[in-house]
């Protein structure tokens, strides 16, 4: 039987996205998608789909002896905004199903692990502009907190026990195929349905607010090319810094307004504004670019266009027109 690839938490916006590529890339059946409830994601169901709980290791070993699983992407987490709000449990996902599979890892059961970090491993101390890969960690979140955990946790299993894991400090991701899922970053999907739907958009950050974030498309790339590097290229064992654009709700919203003149935003800032202040505004990858060749390809005005352009496909497949 040939070796599969796990992806666990599948139905999240980027599990969605990278289930797909890979499973272009290796053949449906090499790839298993899985998430802790049963899915009707057509997507999803083109190839393997498993029911499975991150928070329990003896299903895990079960799934990856059945599919012969090899890799995992361990995608399952509560993200920033959600995490605010339930933060033991939090914490207890984010953590006890990372430790899960890099216990399996150790045990034998695994040869390579992906774990997706992110910039929420920053915080109010962190210098703000082109922030460095090495630099002060001292995050506000529990979110952020849990990452920052997770990172030195992967190292040190690296370290201690040559598990091959892998991981990326994701900015804000902005993608079409699937709806906003409770992060800070999530107003620039947002922002191009509402856009769209109604020409109008009440911003829950300051029109002022410059955040790294990086179009879908990119992510994938980078996840998927991290993985294929040849393991004596990667050097940092807890995440890699990656960079796509920085640009404020104000500037994004002049991008759309080119392609939708009447479109009109407002400012609204709520608890979310506390953890955008704490995160930096643009970030430096000059380790990802020089250890596994990572490059970005999507600039504010590419990113802006190609969301108007599929989410409008989406909405109206039928009637779709160009002004």
Known sequence: MESTTLIIGASGQIGIELTMALRQQH??????????????????????????????????????????????????????????????????LNMDGLFNVLELAREGKLDKIFWPSSIAVFGPTTPKEATPQHTVMEPTTVYGISKLAGERWCAYYHQRYGVDVRSIRYPGLIGYRSEPGGGTTDYAVDIFHKAIETGKYSCFLRSDTRLPMMMMEDAIRATISIMEAPADSIKERGGYNIAGCSFTPEELAAHIQVEIPEFEITYEPDFRQAIADSWPSSIDDTYAARDWGWKSKYDTALLSTTMLREIHKKKAPSTVTHH
Not at 41 to 63: M, N, R
Not at 66 to 79: F, G, P, S, T
């Open 27 to 92: 053949g449906a059946q090499a790839v298993i998608a899985s998430d802790i409830r049963p899915t009707t994601d057509t997507e999803l169901l083109q190839g393997p789909y498993e029911v499975l709980d991150v928070l329990d290791k003896e299903a895990i070993s079960a799934c990856i002896e059945k599919y012969n699983v090899r890799e995992v992407y361990l995608l399952a987490a509560l993200l920033s905004a959600t995490a605010e709000k339930n933060p033991e449990f939090a914490w207890k």
